[in-house]
């Protein structure tokens, strides 16, 4: 079983920064990829960005150019780091591991509010 931990989110201010934590532990085997998603009240869960095992990485158009993925050697914490945060950005952010055997883990989530 994989756990994913996630940290760091909080009130921030617009314009402000923030960086988020994904920790995994447990039976980790085969990454295929790690993402983060944010799912605001009354919408619906979307992607926010993502990072291959290659490295290789995408974003949502609404975030490119502020945002940036990544994680550490050992593959097992991701990070994504939130700059020029607007109130649209504001809500729970999760992150997800999928496998190569078609494995899907999710966080708990963390809040993310920025303030006009």
């Known amino acids: 079983q994989v756990q994913l931990v996630e940290s760091g989110g909080g009130l921030v201010q617009a314009g402000g920064s923030l960086r988020l934590s994904c920790a995994a532990s447990?039976?980790?085997?085969?990454?295929?990829?790690m993402g983060w998603h944010r799912q605001a009240p009354g919408k619906q869960r979307e992607l926010v960005a993502r990072?291959?095992?290659?490295?290789?990485?995408n974003y949502a158009d609404s975030v490119k150019g502020r945002f940036t993925i990544s994680r550490d050697n050992a593959k097992t914490t991701m990070y994504l780091q939130m700059s020029s945060l607007k109130p649209e950005d504001t809500g729970v952010y999760y992150c997800?591991?999928?496998?190569?055997?078609?494995?899907?883990?999710w966080g708990q989530g963390t809040q993310v509010t920025v303030s006009s």
């Open positions: 997800s591991m999928n496998t190569v055997l078609l494995l899907n883990y």
């Open positions: 990072i291959f095992s290659d490295g290789s990485t």
């Open positions: 447990g039976r980790i085997f085969s990454i295929n990829d």
